[in-house]
C-alpha cells in the first residue's frame, strides 16, 4: 500500500510522538518534537552522559517504540522485525549516519547499541543479545498500548501545529494523565 503525503506525515507525527512519551516516561527530558511539511521528523532528548547497562532495555524501548505505535496506527499487528534483519538495518544506519538524520544514526542502531549495552550486564536475567533485543520489543509493544492515549494527543497536536518543546509535551501527557 503506498500512502500520499498527509498520511506519511501523520505516520511520522504517531512515530515522533512515540518516542516522545517513552523519553518523558523514562524521564529523558524531551527537548522538543517536530515534523516539517518537507516531511523531516525528530524527537530530541537530553541525553544521558553514559547510561548504565541496566538502563539499556528501558531506553532502547524508547528508539523502537516508534514503529510500534506506526503499526498500531495503521492497525496492523504490533511485530518486531526479526533480530538479524534487525543487525543489518541497524548497521546500515551506523554506517551512515547523516542520511537525512541530522547526523545522528537512526532508531534502529540507536536501539542495538542500548540492547548491547543491557546484554553486557552481569545482572542481566535476559540472557544474551538477541534475547535482550527480543524483551525490548515485547516491553515497547506492551507499553504503545498502554500509552498510546498519550501518544494520540501528542500526535495530533504535532500535526496541528509540527513542533511542541519538552515542556509543552509534559503538559498534554500530564493532562491526559490526570483525565484518568
Known amino acids: ?7 506519511t506525515r501523520t505516520g511520522l507525527c504517531y512515530h515522533e510522538a512515540a518516542h516522545a512519551v517513552f523519553a518523558y516516561h523514562a524521564r529523558l527530558p ?15 532528548t537530553s541525553l544521558l552522559p553514559k547510561p548504565y547497562p541496566r538502563q539499556g532495555l528501558e531506553l532502547a524501548t524508547i528508539y523502537l517504540a ?3 505505535a506506526l503499526w498500531k496506527r ?3 499487528e504490533i511485530l518486531h522485525m526479526p533480530f538479524n534483519e534487525f543487525t543489518v538495518v541497524a548497521g546500515t544506519e551506523a554506517e551512515d ?11 534502529h542502531a540507536g536501539a542495538l547499541e542500548l540492547v548491547w549495552l543491557a546484554a553486557n550486564n552481569p545482572a542481566s536475567a535476559w540472557g544474551g543479545i538477541e534475547s535482550c533485543y527480543q524483551e525490548a520489543c ?3 509493544a506492551s507499553k ?3 500509552w498510546w492515549d498519550e501518544i494520540i494527543v501528542i500526535a495530533e497536536r ?11 509535551c509534559a503538559a498534554l501527557i500530564e493532562e491526559v494523565a490526570r483525565s484518568r
Not at 97 to 107: K, M
Not at 161 to 167: A, F, K, M, N, Q
Request: a negative charge; charged letters at 25%.
Open 1 to 7: 500500500m503506498e500512502l500520499n503525503r498527509e498520511q
Open 30 to 44: 524531551v527537548q522538543h518534537v517536530v515534523v516539517t511539511e518537507e516531511l523531516e521528523a525528530m524527537c530530541v
Open 66 to 68: 516508534g514503529e510500534h
Open 74 to 76: 495503521c492497525g496492523q
Open 97 to 107: 549516519p547523516a542520511d537525512g538524520l541530522g547526523g545522528h544514526a537512526g532508531d
Open 138 to 140: 515485547r516491553i515497547a
Open 144 to 146: 504503545v498500548g498502554i
Open 158 to 168: 504535532l500535526r496541528e501545529i509540527g513542533y511542541l518543546d519538552g515542556p509543552e
